[in-house]
């Protein structure tokens, strides 16, 4: 990822991104620049290596805060966003929900955090299978802190499938795209009904 100098900068039109994935900020800027013109999004990556935060919160929010802050602290500059998200299973009381990405006990092992998915779903009936993504996405600007929430309802499948995406997207069936899971969409088809993209249109509505 290119590297971008901080001082060139304009902190009052920049809003730094707190993600590596410029996928990421190319999503975000699409859907907020209408409501921000003028401002620039940039990935936190682009602009130094700044360790991670420790996401200790207790819900989505407070760790989608924590990243915002820490970017905040770390460039100087004083508007940045963040999103925490995850799978959220009815019949596991909301697990994995915050712990999504470390759930079977390594960071983004998706392959031990299926297996155990499917593990804890093998006697679950079809009609007990009720899921959802959801994604908080958090704006720091300056004294001010703003949210959007978004979700993405489905239900867990069977067996895997698909290429496409990452985490729990070939276990999960989303609602809006009856016999796909989120593995078999196109990456346009799955950021149009995707829970960040609901949770970036939330907040563009408070800007």
């Keep these: 990822m290119a590297t971008i100098d901080i001082k060139a900068l304009d902190p009052e039109h920049t809003v730094v991104v707190a993600t590596g994935n410029p996928h990421k900020v190319t999503e975000i ?8 013109p003028g401002v620039h999004f940039v990935a ?4 130094g290596d700044f360790p991670d935060p420790v996401e200790d919160g207790a819900n989505f929010f407070e760790n989608a805060l924590i990243k915002a802050r820490a970017a905040v602290a770390e460039t100087g500059l004083p508007m940045a966003i963040a999103d925490d998200s995850g799978l959220c299973v009815d019949a596991l009381d909301g697990a994995p929900g ?14 031990a955090n299926n297996d155990k998915l499917e593990r804890l779903m093998v006697n679950v009936p079809d009609e007990r299978r009720g899921a959802r993504f959801h994604s908080t996405v958090v704006l720091v600007r300056g004294g001010e802190v703003l949210r959007g929430d978004g979700d993405c309802e489905g239900t867990i499948g069977h067996e895997r499938r698909g290429d496409h995406g990452f985490g729990y997207d070939p276990l999960f069936l ?16 799955k950021n149009a009904i995707s829970h960040r993209f609901h949770a970036l249109e939330d907040l563009a509505g408070k800007l």
Aim: aromatic letters at 4%; zero cysteines; charged letters at 25%.
């Design 174 to 189: 989303p609602a809006d795209t009856p016999g796909k899971t989120m593995a078999e969409l196109t990456p346009g088809e």
């Design 98 to 111: 915050i712990f999504s990405a470390r759930w079977a006990g390594e960071h983004g092992n998706d392959d």
């Design 44 to 47: 936190l990556g682009e602009l």
């Design 29 to 36: 800027e699409a859907i907020l620049s209408k409501s921000v």
